[in-house]
Structure formats: C-alpha cells, structure tokens
C-alpha cells in the first residue's frame, strides 16, 4: 500500500511504501538496529532499552555510538554501494536525534515511524518532514 | 442583636467580620456539598464519566500528535499526556485499561501518579512485559477489575 502522510511533505510526491503492520513494540532506532523486540531510547528516566555502555543522552554523538556497537562508521553519503549496510541518523533543526532509516539492497530505506508502521521510502520523500533530516549517515562493510 | 460582652459559643466560632447568618449560610452549603457529591452514587458516577471523556479526549490528541515520534521524550512531554498527569491518581484506571487494550507509553505518566515503578530490570524497552509488569501491579494494588 503507497501512502502519504501530511507530517512528511514530500511523501505527497514520492509516497511511502507501507511494509508491516502497526505496532509500537519496537521502534525506528531498534528496525534500523536490526531488533524488533524492543523500544531503544535513552530516556533519562531509564525506562526504555539503551545499552549501558552509552551514554544515556539525547544527542547525535549517542546514536552514532550506538551503531558502532555493530560496526558502522560514519561515511559521506547515502548512496548505494554494494559492498555496504548503511544507515542514516536523522535530528532536527536543534540537532536533537529523532529518527534512524536503514538502506536497503536496493538502494531504497526502511523505516520503523514511530509507533505506526514500517514503511520502505527514499531520503527525499522524508526530507523536510516531522523527522528534519538525515545529520549524519553511517554505513558497515557487508 | 449580638451581645459581646457575652457570646455565644457559636459567635466565639465563627470568624472576625462575618455575620452570624453569613456564617450559617456557608457552614450549610459547605455541609451540603460535601454530603451530595459524597455520598451521591448518582454525582460520583456522573463525575467519573466526566473525567473519562477528559482522558479520552486528552488521549486522542495524545495519539494523533506522537504516533509518528520515537522520541519518548517528544512523547511523555506532550501537553496532553501532562494533562492527563494532571487529573490526578482518579484517572489510574482509565490508564490501566487503556494499557490493557494497547501498547500506549503510559509508564511515566503511571510512575507521575503512584510514585512507583514496577518494570523489571531486564523488561526495559520490551513493551509487552513493561506492560505486564504494571498491569501486574494494578492488581494487586485494587485498580483492576481482574483482581
């Protein structure tokens, strides 16, 4: 099912791609992670999964580390290289984190939005949207 | 007319600057309240339907507004999740259906109202068993129907 959301603009032009059902079981950090299990945040209240060995912080610099944990760095761009996984960080217009995208082989991401569904997409069709922009990609060798 | 040189005990009582009918009229519609709203089966119930339209009302902008967020901060700052908070522990089991039903970040708003937190250590993040864990302790502590 394509759909658009009001909350990402451009997906009026280039809809999302609905790939799941709706569930807030796990959301977009943990579907970039590679876990469907969980919700990954590090509130301060230390409700919800972050791993220990980060610092539970609401900053880039904790998201980045947290894909280290599985061997992404930060690279250049998010264009598709075979060779690569890669991911992208997204933060808003106070570089506050607030979303994570995974490429998938074909070149297009997945993404987990919030507690609705997954939803497969381009990085224009998210651009601009509730989420801001990607701040930061990372890519691991494959 | 008041004598004082030798009130009565009832003008002893009753505060400097109202008259004594001043003060018989408030003592009753104090009285009054009290006994209507708690006693009255019919206005506890009328305020309990009440305050549930209020909390689903809340909730729905609650959900409309976070659906897409992550941030579980974005989420718990929301201002009607805080005015949710901000009904007070009456609304705890609305809360606890709700979550009965759904997978709704509830815990800081349960933790605001009780004071406590019963998820375990190991159930942080995994939203059926954080779910578990509180619906475990509404429970025991007489805010469920399922006892």
Same mark, same amino acid.
């Given at each position: 099912m394509r759909i658009e959301f009001p /909350?990402? /603009?451009?997906s009026k032009i280039d809809p999302f791609l609905v790939t799941s059902p709706q569930t807030?079981? &796990?959301n977009c950090i943990a579907w970039a992670f590679g876990d469907s299990t969980k919700w990954y945040w590090p509130d301060s209240a230390n409700y919800y999964f972050w791993p220990n060995e980060i610092p539970r912080e609401e900053k880039i610099e904790s998201f980045i580390e947290l894909f280290r944990l599985i061997g992404y760095e930060v690279c250049k761009n998010g264009e598709l290289e075979p060779d690569y996984f890669k991911v992208a960080i997204y933060a808003d217009k106070f570089s506050k984190p607030t979303h994570a995208s995974r490429q998938l082989v074909n070149g297009y991401w997945t993404s987990k939005l919030g507690q609705h569904f997954d939803v497969t997409h381009t990085i224009f069709s998210m651009k601009?949207?509730? &989420?801001?922009?990607?701040?930061v990609f990372m890519q691991r060798k494959k | 007319m008041i004598n004082t040189i030798n009130p009565t005990i009832q003008e002893r009582q009753r505060p400097v600057a109202v008259s004594y009918e001043a003060s018989f009229v408030r003592n009753n519609i104090a009285t009054c309240h009290v006994l209507f709203v708690g006693q009255s089966v019919f206005v506890q119930e009328m305020y309990k339907q009440q305050l549930k339209k209020r909390f689903n009302f809340y909730n729905s902008i609650w959900q409309s507004e976070t659906?897409? $967020? $992550?941030s579980i901060s974005e989420i718990t700052n929301n201002s009607a999740y805080r005015s949710i908070i901000g009904?007070?522990?009456?609304v705890l089991p609305f809360i606890i259906d709700d979550l009965k039903n759904n997978d709704n970040h509830w815990f800081y708003a349960l933790e605001a109202l009780t004071g406590k937190n019963p998820i375990k250590e190991n159930h942080k993040g995994v939203v059926p068993l954080m779910k578990k864990d509180w619906i475990e302790w509404a429970k025991e502590n007489n805010l469920t129907d399922e006892n």
């Amino acid at each position: 099912m394509r759909i658009e959301f009001p /909350p990402f /603009p451009n997906s009026k032009i280039d809809p999302f791609l609905v790939t799941s059902p709706q569930t807030a079981h &796990y959301n977009c950090i943990a579907w970039a992670f590679g876990d469907s299990t969980k919700w990954y945040w590090p509130d301060s209240a230390n409700y919800y999964f972050w791993p220990n060995e980060i610092p539970r912080e609401e900053k880039i610099e904790s998201f980045i580390e947290l894909f280290r944990l599985i061997g992404y760095e930060v690279c250049k761009n998010g264009e598709l290289e075979p060779d690569y996984f890669k991911v992208a960080i997204y933060a808003d217009k106070f570089s506050k984190p607030t979303h994570a995208s995974r490429q998938l082989v074909n070149g297009y991401w997945t993404s987990k939005l919030g507690q609705h569904f997954d939803v497969t997409h381009t990085i224009f069709s998210m651009k601009d949207g509730s &989420y801001g922009n990607v701040a930061v990609f990372m890519q691991r060798k494959k | 007319m008041i004598n004082t040189i030798n009130p009565t005990i009832q003008e002893r009582q009753r505060p400097v600057a109202v008259s004594y009918e001043a003060s018989f009229v408030r003592n009753n519609i104090a009285t009054c309240h009290v006994l209507f709203v708690g006693q009255s089966v019919f206005v506890q119930e009328m305020y309990k339907q009440q305050l549930k339209k209020r909390f689903n009302f809340y909730n729905s902008i609650w959900q409309s507004e976070t659906i897409f $967020s $992550s941030s579980i901060s974005e989420i718990t700052n929301n201002s009607a999740y805080r005015s949710i908070i901000g009904l007070g522990q009456e609304v705890l089991p609305f809360i606890i259906d709700d979550l009965k039903n759904n997978d709704n970040h509830w815990f800081y708003a349960l933790e605001a109202l009780t004071g406590k937190n019963p998820i375990k250590e190991n159930h942080k993040g995994v939203v059926p068993l954080m779910k578990k864990d509180w619906i475990e302790w509404a429970k025991e502590n007489n805010l469920t129907d399922e006892n």
